[in-house]
Protein backbone atom coordinates (compact mmCIF):
# COMPACT_ATOMS: atom_id res chain seq x y z
CA UNK A 1 0.00 0.00 0.00
CA UNK A 2 1.52 3.51 -0.86
CA UNK A 3 0.39 6.56 0.69
CA UNK A 4 1.28 10.08 -0.96
CA UNK A 5 0.59 12.90 1.02
CA UNK A 6 0.36 16.60 -0.97
CA UNK A 7 1.43 19.29 0.71
CA UNK A 8 2.69 22.77 -0.21
CA UNK A 9 4.94 23.41 2.59
CA UNK A 10 4.78 22.81 6.37
CA UNK A 11 6.30 25.66 7.49
CA UNK A 12 3.74 28.61 5.93
CA UNK A 13 0.57 26.92 5.59
CA UNK A 14 -0.48 25.22 8.73
CA UNK A 15 -3.20 22.87 6.82
CA UNK A 16 -0.13 20.96 5.08
CA UNK A 17 1.19 20.26 8.40
CA UNK A 18 -1.78 19.27 10.26
CA UNK A 19 -2.32 16.73 7.50
CA UNK A 20 1.93 15.80 8.07
CA UNK A 21 1.83 15.82 11.89
CA UNK A 22 -0.53 12.91 12.56
CA UNK A 23 1.54 10.94 10.66
CA UNK A 24 5.03 11.80 11.89
CA UNK A 25 2.89 11.15 15.70
CA UNK A 26 1.73 8.16 15.02
CA UNK A 27 4.59 6.60 13.25
CA UNK A 28 2.58 5.24 10.33
CA UNK A 29 4.34 5.31 6.57
CA UNK A 30 3.80 7.35 3.97
CA UNK A 31 5.02 9.42 1.07
CA UNK A 32 5.51 13.52 0.80
CA UNK A 33 5.39 14.99 -2.30
CA UNK A 34 5.99 18.77 -2.19
CA UNK A 35 4.19 20.94 -4.45
CA UNK A 36 5.26 24.60 -5.54
CA UNK A 37 1.94 26.66 -5.13
CA UNK A 38 4.12 29.98 -5.72
CA UNK A 39 4.16 31.83 -8.97
CA UNK A 40 5.49 31.10 -11.50
CA UNK A 41 4.34 27.47 -10.82
CA UNK A 42 0.92 27.70 -9.16
CA UNK A 43 -1.38 27.55 -11.90
CA UNK A 44 0.15 24.89 -13.47
CA UNK A 45 0.57 22.54 -10.30
CA UNK A 46 -2.71 23.38 -9.22
CA UNK A 47 -4.32 22.17 -12.49
CA UNK A 48 -2.15 18.74 -12.01
CA UNK A 49 -3.29 18.47 -8.56
CA UNK A 50 -7.21 19.08 -9.90
CA UNK A 51 -6.61 15.80 -12.16
CA UNK A 52 -6.56 13.96 -8.70
CA UNK A 53 -8.86 16.19 -6.30
CA UNK A 54 -11.89 17.36 -7.58
CA UNK A 55 -10.97 20.66 -4.75
CA UNK A 56 -7.96 21.08 -6.50
CA UNK A 57 -6.49 21.68 -3.44
CA UNK A 58 -3.53 20.80 -1.03
CA UNK A 59 -3.12 19.09 1.31
CA UNK A 60 -3.98 15.26 -0.59
CA UNK A 61 -3.58 12.34 0.52
CA UNK A 62 -3.26 9.62 -2.33
CA UNK A 63 -3.72 5.87 -1.05
CA UNK A 64 -4.51 3.51 -3.50
CA UNK A 65 -7.40 4.74 -5.85
CA UNK A 66 -9.06 6.91 -2.96
CA UNK A 67 -8.12 10.49 -2.57
CA UNK A 68 -8.59 12.68 0.50
CA UNK A 69 -8.41 16.55 -0.28
CA UNK A 70 -9.13 18.01 2.74
CA UNK A 71 -6.74 18.38 6.23
CA UNK A 72 -8.92 17.61 8.94
CA UNK A 73 -10.31 14.48 7.37
CA UNK A 74 -6.53 13.45 6.78
CA UNK A 75 -6.15 13.86 10.11
CA UNK A 76 -9.55 12.10 11.21
CA UNK A 77 -8.52 9.36 8.33
CA UNK A 78 -4.70 8.66 9.94
CA UNK A 79 -6.75 9.07 13.65
CA UNK A 80 -8.92 6.22 12.44
CA UNK A 81 -6.02 3.94 10.85
CA UNK A 82 -3.52 4.65 14.08
CA UNK A 83 -5.80 3.30 16.37
CA UNK A 84 -7.55 6.25 17.30
CA UNK A 85 -4.82 7.62 19.55
CA UNK A 86 -5.42 11.41 18.27
CA UNK A 87 -8.75 12.71 18.70
CA UNK A 88 -11.77 11.69 20.88
Excluded: C
Excluded at 16 to 41: H, N
Aim: no cysteine; glycine share 6%.
Amino acid sequence: MVRILYISTKIILQLGFRAWLPFRTLGIEFKEQGIDIYKPLLFENLRRIGEMSPAALVAMLVENQSVIFDSMDIMEYVNEIGGRHLLP
